[in-house]
């Protein structure tokens, strides 16, 4: 069979859509081995097509095979990107293309499918393979299919991307962090994250989450000593040297083996809380909650250290984390299950309640601990305890390291009590003070401020806002929706006050 004409658009099919005969895409254990073998031979002839430098058509080969494969990492998504490199070397532009895929993706992203949105989005990225927004957008994409190694291949590439960039983004590697924590890769996200460490230094939370982090790297390196979290312990040199060579734990037998070492090393050195400290996030790693709390408790007893009771509400915080996940998961495989809808909303009540009365206690045992302060501001948002909640994140604005998240968290308080001049006012201060406006938190300071502007019916400044983030972000909350809607009612204004005008002058 001849090749169609790169040229023709009828030839190649409309860029995105699914091929006649080409199923939705699937979840990775329901790809057929008839679906694997059609998005083989569609790779292979858009690598031939790649050669002839016929780019175009190869795109569109790639996302074919991609709608009945979207798992094949080498051969579909690298395939597609090297072709995309080569077309842009060679100075081919995105044109039209990549506006339309990024539409067509918002637009699935609308109506909920995601599957559709990620072929889209790639589709945009192939005309604008440096595009590390793009990127970033197939990578939250894949993550919510449950394409994991699909989410972090696409997180690695954006990595690299924002690196050649001037203003690196800092989202990108804490994603990234996240992604390589739900698989267990530790070490690789603490890379990630000490990588969001210098281009945000003034971010404690991230250096923080970095060494709890690099604990949990060295107890599935069966490292006994300490490693970084916020303890101030001595290191056991001699067990460090011991234990370096250690595999890195990850099957169920290997983990249960460590939890024999680490139960006979404390046997041996009945008092050390350190060892008991290792022995109990062994214990939380294996599900074996109780027997966690039960050794951090008698840590706690024997050294009277706060820090040990700290660690046992860390793993009552992440039970309920882990809880609300498993329940959010079971919400998307059955959306209408209103028993499973009362569910959630019972846990998060729990939740919120138990988290308020730790950040309460913390607080005061660290009175002068601005995260703390923080924390507890968040946790008194989330009760409507409004009041209380603006004088932590008044507090907290005496901290430059917080001083944006608290104005943005003060405005979203002053809103929800109706305060919205006040809200105005805190939204403005954080934005004169905040240069990056396409990063999350400068789009969310922005969609509020437009929000509060359109609850006052200063529709002008509302528009001129949404404006603002539609041209970065189209995809953002419901931005474009309301900018819509008030261009509508605006233009009705206009035209009512046209007629009402032509009737006076008659």
């Known amino acids: 069979m001849s090749e169609p004409d790169s040229t023709n658009p009828d030839a190649q099919g409309p860029e995105g859509e699914a091929p006649e005969g080409a199923e939705a895409l699937l979840p990775a254990d329901q790809i057929t081995p008839d679906a694997r073998q059609m998005a083989d031979n569609c790779f292979e002839r858009a690598k031939q097509a790649t050669i002839r430098n016929n780019f175009d058509y190869a795109i569109h080969l790639y996302l074919e095979g991609l709608r009945y494969n979207p798992l094949d990492i080498e051969k579909g998504h690298r395939g597609l990107r090297d072709c995309a490199l080569r077309r842009r070397n060679q100075g081919k532009g995105g044109g039209l293309g990549a506006l339309f895929g990024q539409a067509k993706g918002a637009f699935a992203q609308m109506l909920g499918r995601h599957k559709d949105q990620m072929l889209a989005l790639e589709a945009a990225l192939a005309r604008d393979p440096r595009n590390v927004t793009l990127m970033m957008q197939l990578m939250q994409v894949a993550r919510r299919l449950d394409y994991t190694d699909v989410a972090l ?17 800092k989202q990108v590697f804490t994603t990234l962090a996240d992604l390589y924590e739900q698989r267990e890769r530790f070490q690789d996200a603490v890379d990630a994250l000490s990588q969001a460490v210098k281009i945000d230094p003034s971010d404690r939370s991230l250096d923080k989450h970095a060494r709890d982090l690099s604990a949990r790297a060295s107890i599935d390196k069966g490292k006994l000593e300490e490693v970084g979290d916020f303890h101030d312990m001595i290191r056991d040199r001699a067990q460090a040297s011991a234990s370096a060579t250690q595999k890195v734990v990850r099957t169920r037998e290997q983990l249960d083996a460590l939890f024999e070492k680490l139960k006979a090393n404390l046997e041996e050195d009945p008092q050390n809380p350190i060892k008991m400290e290792a022995l109990a996030d062994c214990e939380a790693r294996r599900g074996h909650i109780d027997e966690a709390m039960q050794v951090l408790q ?14 046992q509400d860390d793993i009552r915080m992440a039970e309920f984390r882990r809880t609300l996940r498993e329940i959010n998961e079971q919400l998307e495989a ?11 909303q019972q846990v998060i009540a729990k939740r919120d309640e138990f988290e308020l009365a730790i950040y309460q206690e913390r607080q005061a045992q660290y009175p002068t601990d601005m995260g703390i302060r923080f924390e507890l501001g968040m946790r008194q948002f989330r009760q409507k305890s409004h009041d209380e909640a603006i004088v932590s994140f008044q507090t907290t604005t005496r901290d430059p390291k917080r001083r944006i998240q608290s104005l943005n968290m003060l405005g979203k308080c002053f809103f929800d009590k109706k305060l919205h001049r006040e809200a105005e006012g805190q939204f403005e201060s954080a934005i004169k003070q905040y240069e990056l406006s396409d990063d999350p938190l400068g789009k969310e300071l922005r969609y509020n401020l437009a929000r509060t502007f359109e609850i006052q019916d200063k529709n002008d400044e509302a528009i001129e806002w949404y404006s603002v983030i539609v041209q970065q972000d189209y995809q953002y909350q419901d931005v474009a929706k309301r900018l819509e809607e008030l261009r509508r009612q605006q233009k009705e204004r206009k035209t009512a006050e046209g007629g ?4 006076s002058a008659e």
């Not at 997180?155 to 983004?169: V, Y």
């Not at 008698?298 to 660690?311: D, P």
């Not at 009402?500 to 009737?503: L, M, N, R």
């Open 500 to 503: 009402e005008a032509d009737t």
């Open 153 to 169: 291949w696409f997180g690695e590439i954006a990595a690299e991307e924002t690196l050649r960039s001037k203003k690196p983004q």
């Open 334 to 344: 059955e959306p209408d299950r209103q028993d499973v809808k009362a569910k959630r």
């Open 298 to 311: 008698q840590a706690l007893e024997q050294t009277k250290e706060y820090r040990y009771k700290m660690r």
